[in-house]
């Protein structure tokens, strides 16, 4: 049956335009790309962390945001028009105010939890929900940017995966989830009214689902509405393990029933939850795009058909036994949209030839004027040695320039210069600059001045959430005015016994070279883990462990992810 027509959620609107987000040459990965080129798609079709994510379809254009947690800048936007080919087309957070932070940077797994996006009256609104302070939302007509600065909702703590709803009687909801970190309890749904200007709240915050028994930390609550049934997509069983749930009632506040509408089956695909119910724009097909927890690699994104039975449930993805409980598919026909359109993927190398950095960077925390230059006259990056602790570890600061990993087989390379500080023709020592893996585990390969010159390190620690220190593995003097090429190739090498379920073991091995062809294997493997909510990242840093009226810096030629 064909419910586009009734399902309120969805503003069938014009195709906003995207001349100004288009680029000229396609960008396709070398490590990944889902686009299988016959018509059909692989999973997952964003094979990087964009945790929780969430989507909306605007005419004939989709628009995706995700979790962010404490990376600056958050809340991304990607941008599609067939749900197979995505591009990162900007940000909702450029930096976060001090009213929508509980807590100094970096802070780890912290600020932007499970977010929604929504179309209405003309204008895009995602909502998020702060564990520690509450309800936040951001607004704008264009989902490019810029978006307005974040209005406080409602404020509590333990309120997250937050979902807005407008009703056709004028009436307004935000559906949501509890963190039994703060709240105390899990496992339980939760609503509350709001202002139709989605502003503020209306009343008291109500319990609407106690899934204790059958839906253990069920969350991620997603609210639409057909006809006159009300319906909430959540999460349960916990992210690594869990499935898809799916509850229904004629009345927001309930009672609900509940049905569970995909789990892992036999597939390799675990936990397959979380995400978002989308149709396509002449409203004959739907379609569910949820995550996948892969350790290290964080929580990539998949594309599964959802169908509709005549009992008003839906299935996602195949039901191969008809019991009305779908599992994943690894590979499927692409959604009719009408259109056939290229293969373009989220940006990943970098050549630094413009005056801000690209999309797909990110700081550990709200950015400082001060901690890079984009020189694009030359092409290049610059990075500025800071003293932002004081922690000596890399895992401590807030000027890591780092992005997603884009696969879960890759390289990254990059063409670097190190000029640290000099004074009296003598260099200053205590900076140090390079390439680095960031998780729990991290590791580095660094250029480093010291007393009686120039160095290059590796460093590591193992679970440096739990305060471990920072160690030394390697050290070798180096000409210090010749360009250096760093490198990293990350390998997933699978679970080393058989038997074990986890299937997402990866190291990273850091190697040099002072010709950009011939490199030399630098250390020792370093041991990929996740980082707080998030996936292991990659990227630059320079910091030095002294105050000063001047710095040090690193200049970054260009940065690529190659097979």
């Keep these: 049956m064909n419910l586009s027509k009734r399902i309120t959620f969805l503003t069938l609107a014009a195709a906003f335009s995207l001349g100004a987000m288009a680029d000229s040459k396609p960008y396709i990965s070398q490590v990944w790309s889902p686009d299988l080129g016959n018509g059909q798609y692989k999973n997952p079709v964003i094979n990087a962390d964009y945790s929780d994510p969430d989507v909306v379809r605007v005419g004939d254009d989709y628009y995706m945001t995700a979790s962010s947690f404490c990376d600056i800048p958050g809340l991304p936007i990607l941008h599609s028009k067939d749900l197979v080919n995505w591009t990162l087309i900007g940000h909702a957070i450029a930096e976060m105010p001090e009213y929508a932070q509980a807590a100094p940077d970096p802070s ?18 995602i909502y998020y929900g702060d564990p520690d302070l509450g309800i936040f939302m951001t607004k704008t007509k264009n989902p490019a940017g810029p978006w307005e600065p974040l209005v406080h909702v409602y404020k509590a ?6 979902c807005p709803f407008w009703d056709e009687d004028g009436k307004a909801y935000i559906a949501h989830g509890y963190a039994g970190s703060r709240a105390g309890v899990k496992s339980i749904l939760g609503m509350i009214e709001m202002t139709p200007d989605g502003k503020s709240t209306i009343g008291q915050d109500r319990v609407i689902y106690d899934g204790h028994i059958e839906n253990e930390t069920i969350e991620g609550a997603k609210m639409y509405k057909v006809g006159d049934w009300y319906y909430i997509f959540s999460p349960a069983g916990g992210v690594a393990t869990g499935w898809q749930e799916v509850l229904r009632s004629k009345s927001p506040w309930g009672p609900y029933e509940v049905r569970n509408v995909m789990d892992q089956g036999n597939t390799p695909v675990n936990g397959p939850h979380q995400g978002a119910w989308v149709d396509t724009p002449d409203g004959q097909e739907h379609w569910f795009l949820h995550f996948q927890d892969k350790g290290p690699y964080g929580r990539v994104v998949h594309l599964q058909p959802m169908t509709w039975n005549n009992d008003g449930w839906p299935v996602i993805g195949v039901d191969p036994d008809g019991d009305g409980r779908g599992e994943p598919v690894m590979k ?12 373009v993927n989220p940006v990943e190398s970098d050549e630094f030839d413009s005056t801000t950095l690209g999309l797909q960077w990110q700081w ?8 890079h230059f984009c020189e694009a006259n030359t092409g290049t990056l610059r990075l500025f040695s800071q003293k932002t602790t004081d922690s000596p570890r890399l895992y401590d600061a807030s000027n890591l320039l780092l992005q997603k990993f884009p696969a879960e087989n890759f390289t990254a390379t990059t063409k670097v210069q190190f000029h640290p500080r000099k004074r009296n023709g003598k260099i200053d020592a205590g900076e140090r600059a390079g390439l680095a893996v960031m998780g729990y585990n991290y590791g580095a390969i660094a250029i480093n001045s010291r007393a009686d010159g120039i160095y290059l390190t590796e460093v590591m620690a193992e679970s440096a959430n739990k305060g471990k220190e920072e160690k030394e593995i390697k050290a070798v003097k180096i000409d210090g005015d010749k360009p250096l090429y760093l490198r990293v190739t990350v390998k997933n090498i699978g679970p080393k016994n058989p038997k074990e379920k986890d299937d997402f073991k990866g190291q990273a091995v850091f190697s040099y070279s002072f010709d950009g062809k011939k490199f030399t294997e630098f250390g020792e493997p370093l041991k990929l883990t996740s980082g707080h909510w998030i996936g292991s990242k990659v990227g630059l840093f320079c910091v030095r462990d002294w105050e000063s009226n001047d710095s040090g810096w690193l200049d970054v030629d260009w940065f690529r992810i190659t097979k």
């Design 332 to 343: 499927y026909r692409k959604p009719n949209v009408g259109k056939t359109y290229p293969a």
């Design 108 to 125: 780890h797994g912290n600020h932007v939890w499970a977010p929604s996006i929504r179309y209405h009256n003309g204008e895009f609104y």
């Design 364 to 371: 550990k925390g709200n950015p400082n004027a001060l901690w």
């Design 157 to 162: 703590k333990g309120v997250i995966d937050t």
